[in-house]
């Protein structure tokens, strides 16, 4: 399995910018999905995460700016961020569960893409 991350980029706040994660295989449909972000110097964290049936979970920071949504079609994720704010700069992970729902938690997590960098400037 193998998530290609893309869609990254430079952005005053305020504006937005959307994410792209593209996985190999043919069972991309049964699991959740979920992106988080690693910030320099801290943790990475949490963003959005979806169910395979597309029910979804945010982290409270992104609530009501980013939407995460998924197209099984083409399996690929996506992650709409709106109102970018200059603390949302970071190297942003796409990731694949180990089962059908999302999680906050990376634990739940096994196949990792290789991120991509969104800049917020202010």
């Known amino acids: 399995v193998q998530l290609q991350a893309s869609g990254g980029g430079l952005v005053q706040a305020g504006g937005s910018l959307r994410l792209s994660c593209t996985v190999s295989?043919?069972?991309?449909?049964?699991?959740?999905m979920g992106w988080f972000r690693q910030a320099p110097g801290k943790e990475r964290e949490f963003v959005a995460a979806?169910?395979?049936?597309?029910?979804?979970i945010f982290a409270d920071s992104v609530k009501g700016r980013f939407t995460i949504s998924r197209d099984n079609a083409k399996n690929t994720i996506y992650l709409q961020m709106n109102s970018l704010k200059v603390e949302d700069t970071a190297v942003y992970y796409c990731?694949?569960?180990?089962?059908?729902?999302?999680?906050?938690?990376?634990?739940?997590?096994?196949?990792w893409g290789q991120g991509t960098l969104v800049t917020v400037s202010s």
């Open positions: 979806i169910h395979w049936s597309g029910g979804t």
């Open positions: 295989g043919r069972t991309f449909s049964r699991y959740g």
């Open positions: 990731a694949r569960t180990t089962a059908s729902y999302a999680s906050s938690s990376m634990n739940a997590y096994d196949f």
